[in-house]
């Protein structure tokens, strides 16, 4: 089977930098995606890392480690329309499923 | 055109109704899901479609009856439903099946499902 772990929650400032962790367990997997969902919006991609190393997309940067199955989103310069639920997601061998871990909800304050 | 557009965008039905939900896209993209998401939870796949073809069901109830009628569209029917089932269903699509080079899926809004 699959399963991921993420932080439920995560609270930082404006202009401060945030790092997501999640780590996952799965068979034959491809990659670890990252999506943003806010609040009554649909699921918005990120990144998607299928080798070893930083993603860099403007603000938003994401790690992969696959012998230590762990990745990571980090978030810069903070903003408030940041605020919103990040989810984790890997693809594994059964083409087509892409599981979700449980979400981080990050609130951005002033 | 990166859209993926569902309707209705909201739905309320009884447990003896039928009823369908529509997904279209138009960006010559060959694999569709259906996910459904509970309220601060993650999107949990339902069905997968690749090239028109039902290649993945999550051991999903029969009262939910997937059909791609084509490419571009994607349908959910729904039939005697229980008020449980009441969730936002998510639409996506994707170049080609996740797994195979990209975990990347264009959502679409939603039906936001109520089952009295």
């Known amino acids: 089977g699959q399963s991921l772990e993420q932080p439920s929650e995560v609270t930082a400032v404006e202009g401060a930098i945030v790092q997501i962790n999640c780590t996952y367990q799965?068979?034959?997997?491809?990659?670890l995606s990252w999506y943003q969902q806010h609040d009554g919006g649909a699921p918005t991609f990120l990144s998607y890392?299928?080798?070893?190393g930083l993603e860099e997309t403007g603000r938003f940067s994401s790690f992969l480690s696959r012998s230590d199955s762990y990745g990571y989103l980090l978030l810069q310069e903070l903003q408030m329309k940041d605020s919103a639920s990040y989810f984790c997601?890997?693809?594994?061998?059964?083409?087509?499923?892409?599981?979700f871990g449980q979400g981080t909800e990050l609130s951005v304050k002033p | 055109d990166t859209e993926v557009t569902q309707t209705p965008k909201h739905l309320v039905m009884g447990m003896t109704n039928k009823k369908s939900l529509k997904c279209e896209q138009h960006?010559?993209?060959?694999?569709m899901y259906w996910y459904k998401q509970k309220a601060k939870k993650p999107p949990e796949l339902m069905f997968v479609?690749?090239?028109?073809?039902?290649?993945i069901n999550e051991s999903v109830p029969s009262r939910f009856s997937p059909e791609c009628p084509n490419s571009s569209l994607l349908n959910l029917h729904l039939h005697a439903l229980q008020p449980e089932d009441s969730a936002l269903y998510l639409c996506?699509?994707?170049?080609?099946?996740?797994?195979?080079?990209?975990?990347?899926?264009?959502f679409g809004e939603g039906s936001r499902l109520t089952v009295l």
């Open positions: 799965t068979s034959g997997f491809y990659g």
């Open positions: 997601a890997v693809s594994g061998n059964q083409g087509g499923k892409l599981i």
């Open positions: 960006m010559g993209h060959r694999a």
């Open positions: 996506a699509s994707s170049q080609r099946v996740t797994g195979s080079g990209t975990g990347e899926l264009f």
């Open positions: 479609y690749s090239y028109e073809k039902l290649s």
């Open positions: 890392n299928a080798l070893d």
